[in-house]
């Protein structure tokens, strides 16, 4: 009888353990494929999500996907994921606004380039040069005494005139360089002097007529165009 009684009772422990030992692998055996299948579905929907807003961001769509989806303990670490993939999408529209290039007004480009050049032209000063009136009867004299009638200062332009033909030509009516530059104002060609008058090639006074009339037009005056000599080597 006690050896019986001993056999029914493991029997009836046996009994009352299997069936709560079944509940729990039945349990595991839909908790792992319901979290799996929660996952599949969360990247589904946010492949869809994507494919019908190409314009969105992949974290937004995301998002959007996994509040579709029914909030419970297999998805605790997903829903965690979608809040660190908003807080990324926020820093990185922020990123993209702050990178955006500043663009350059044309009209201010303009102005600053023209601002620079009216500083440029009033900072250029042009050297004047003393000198006294020349000896009458002489070829300087005819020169000293046409200035006027070209709107030229005698008292400031005079000397850079004297200058520059000296260094050109000496004052000399015929002198003639190998370029085939020729008279006091070492035209070239020489024959460049008939506009002012038929005799350029022997009187000093159709020469220096013709050059006064070449240094306005080209250098403004006499001292414009002995400053670019000294510059330059030629005028």
Do not use: H
Request: proline fraction near 6%.
């Amino acid at each position: 009888m006690p050896a019986s009684t001993d056999t029914t009772n493991e029997s009836r422990t046996s009994a009352s353990r299997s069936p709560s030992s079944q509940r729990k692998r039945r349990r595991r055996g839909i908790v792992l494929p319901a979290f799996f299948v929660a996952v599949i579905l969360v990247a589904g929907v946010a492949t869809a999500a994507k494919v019908m807003s190409p314009n969105g961001s992949g974290a937004n769509s995301l998002a959007l996907a996994i509040d579709s989806l029914p909030q419970s303990g297999s998805v605790a670490l997903i829903v965690q994921e979608r809040k660190n993939l908003i807080v990324m999408n926020a820093a990185a529209q922020t990123l993209t606004v702050a990178a955006k290039p500043a663009m350059a007004n044309p009209s201010q480009v303009i102005a600053s380039q023209s601002a620079a050049a009216n500083s440029s032209s009033s900072s250029t000063s042009v050297t004047t040069v003393a000198a006294q009136p020349p000896d009458p009867g002489t070829a300087q004299s005819i020169g000293y005494n046409m200035l006027p009638s070209f709107g030229f200062s005698q008292s400031t332009q005079w000397g850079c005139l004297l200058n520059l033909w000296n260094r050109e030509s000496g004052w000399v009516y015929d002198a003639e360089n190998a370029s085939g530059a020729y008279g006091i104002p070492q035209a070239l060609p020489g024959s460049k002097m008939a506009s002012a008058g038929a005799d350029w090639q022997t009187n000093p006074a159709t020469q220096i007529k013709w050059g006064l009339g070449y240094i306005s037009q080209i250098y403004g005056t006499p001292c414009g165009a002995w400053n670019f000599e000294l510059a330059n080597g030629y005028y």
